[in-house]
C-alpha cells in the first residue's frame, strides 16, 4: 500500500541524523520492495508510490476533463520549479524544465559563443550525454580536451593542465557514473573560474541523493534528468543556469513559450523571457513533471542531508559485506569521495553472468566499467544488502 508522504519538519538539516527518520516509511512508498531488491537507482529508478498516483490522477484528469484543468498542472509545474530551486540553492527564475539531461547540455553546448579555437575540457571516462554535445563543436572549430583521470592521481591537477586561456568551459559530473567517484563541486567551480571558465555539471548521479547549494558552490549550469535517484519518470528533468550567464547563450529550440507574452499566439515578437523558461521553447513534459514532482516532495520531506547518510551507511554496509565473501570494492570509498555507487568484482566470477543470476533471485543492479555497481537508495535497508550477498553465491 502507498502512504501519503510525511509531512517536512521544521529543523530539518545536517544535524539530523538517519536513526530520526523513519525510512520504513519511505519504504512503504516504493511498491517496487513487494518484488525486487532494487540497488539500481545509477541506472534507471523504479518510480515512487506519489509519482506513480499523480500519473494515474494526471491522466484521469486529461481522459475525463481533456485540457480544463491547465491552468491547475501548470500550477503543479511552477511549484516544481520552486521545490527544485530550493533543491540545489537556485532562484526559480533560474530554473528550466529539459526532456533529459542531454537537453540540458546541448543548451549550452549549441547557445554559448564558441570562437574558433577554444576549447572545452572533459573527463574522458564521462557518460556519452557529457562528451557527445562537446565533441559536436568541433565543426565551429572547437576542441573538446577530454582528461583520462587515473586511479592515485588528483583529477583536479589534471583536469587544471588540460586548460589554457582558450578554455571557456569545464564540464563534469558530479558523481561518475561507472564507479561513483564524486567530486567536490566547490574546488571544481574554483579551478574553472581562476582560469576564467565556467563550470557545467551533469548532476544526473548525485542530484536526490546528495545536497548541493550551487549559489554558494558557484556552480555555473547544471543538468539532470529526473528517472535516477529523483525517483521520477524518463523524459522529465531540470536545467539551471546562473542568471548572469542568460543573455550569453543563443537560445536553441526557441518556441511560443520562450517569450514573454506566451499565450498571445497574435502577437509575433521574438521578446525572450527574462527568465530559464525561454530555453523550454514549447509545451512542457506535463504528466512527467508531474510525477517528479511528486517524488521531489517525497525526497525533501526527509531532507537530502539524512537521505545521502542514510546512503552512505547503506552503501557501507554493502561494501563490508562484499569483502566479507571475497569482493574487490573499486569505488573510492573515502569520505570526500564515496557516493550511492560501489563497483566491485568477484574475481573469477564473469559480471553479466552473475547479474542475470542476481535478477533470477529477485536483485537488480548494473555491469558496468568491466564490474558489477551496486546504487541503493535511502528506503533501501539491510535486508536488500542481504539478499544481494546471498544472489552472488
Known amino acids: 500500500m502507498v502512504t501519503s508522504s510525511p509531512s517536512p519538519r521544521s529543523g530539518d538539516g545536517p544535524a539530523d541524523q538517519t536513526a530520526s527518520k523513519d525510512w520504513d516509511s519511505f519504504r512503504r512508498q516504493m511498491p517496487v520492495v513487494g518484488r525486487w531488491a532494487y540497488l539500481d537507482h545509477a541506472a534507471v529508478a523504479p518510480l515512487s508510490g506519489p509519482a506513480w498516483e499523480a500519473i494515474k490522477n494526471w491522466s484521469e484528469d486529461a481522459t475525463i476533463n481533456g485540457a480544463f484543468d491547465y491552468r491547475r498542472w501548470m500550477g503543479e509545474l511552477e511549484n516544481l520549479r520552486i521545490l527544485m530551486a530550493i533543491m540545489i540553492g537556485a532562484q526559480p527564475e533560474e530554473i528550466g524544465f529539459v526532456g533529459n539531461t542531454t537537453a540540458g547540455i546541448n543548451i549550452v553546448a549549441e547557445g554559448f559563443p564558441w570562437q574558433p579555437g577554444d576549447n572545452v575540457v572533459i573527463r574522458a571516462d564521462e557518460f556519452p550525454t557529457n562528451q557527445y554535445p562537446w565533441l559536436n563543436q568541433a565543426y565551429r572549430g572547437v576542441e573538446t580536451r577530454r582528461v583520462v583521470c587515473r586511479p592515485g592521481t588528483s583529477e583536479l591537477d589534471l583536469i587544471a593542465a588540460a586548460c589554457d586561456s582558450k578554455t571557456r568551459i569545464i564540464s563534469v559530473s558530479w558523481v561518475t557514473y561507472t564507479d561513483g567517484w564524486r567530486h567536490d563541486v566547490a ?188 546504487s541503493p537508495h535511502a528506503y533501501n535497508n539491510e535486508d536488500d544488502i542481504e539478499r544481494l550477498i546471498a544472489a552472488l553465491w
Not at 209 to 218: E, M
Not at 224 to 242: C, Q, S, T
Not at 308 to 333: K, M
Request: glycine content about 12%.
Open 187 to 374: 574546488k571544481l567551480a574554483e579551478l574553472a573560474h581562476d582560469r576564467g571558465a565556467l563550470l557545467f555539471l551533469d548532476a544526473i548521479q548525485g542530484l536526490g541523493a546528495f545536497p548541493l547549494d550551487v549559489a554558494a558552490s558557484g556552480v555555473d549550469f547544471l543538468a539532470a534528468d529526473g528517472h535516477k535517484w529523483l525517483l521520477g519518470p524518463e523524459g522529465a528533468g531540470v536545467f539551471y543556469i546562473r542568471r548572469e550567464h542568460l543573455d550569453r547563450l543563443r537560445p536553441i529550440g526557441v518556441g511560443w513559450n520562450s517569450v514573454v507574452h506566451e499565450h498571445d499566439f497574435n502577437h509575433i515578437a521574438l521578446v525572450l523571457k527574462d527568465t530559464a523558461v525561454r530555453y523550454e521553447g514549447g509545451s512542457p513534459n506535463t504528466i512527467g513533471l508531474t510525477a517528479l514532482a511528486a517524488s521531489c516532495r517525497l525526497l525533501s520531506s526527509y531532507g537530502l542531508p539524512a537521505i545521502s547518510q542514510r546512503i552512505v551507511e547503506l552503501t557501507e554496509l554493502a561494501c563490508q559485506q562484499l569483502r566479507s565473501i571475497g569482493a574487490v570494492v573499486r569505488s573510492d570509498r573515502s569520505p570526500e569521495h564515496r557516493s550511492g555507487i560501489v563497483l566491485f568484482d568477484l574475481p573469477g566470477r564473469d559480471p553479466q553472468a552473475l547479474r542475470a543470476q542476481c535478477r533470477q533471485r529477485g536483485v537488480i543492479l548494473s555491469c558496468r566499467g568491466g564490474g558489477l555497481r551496486i
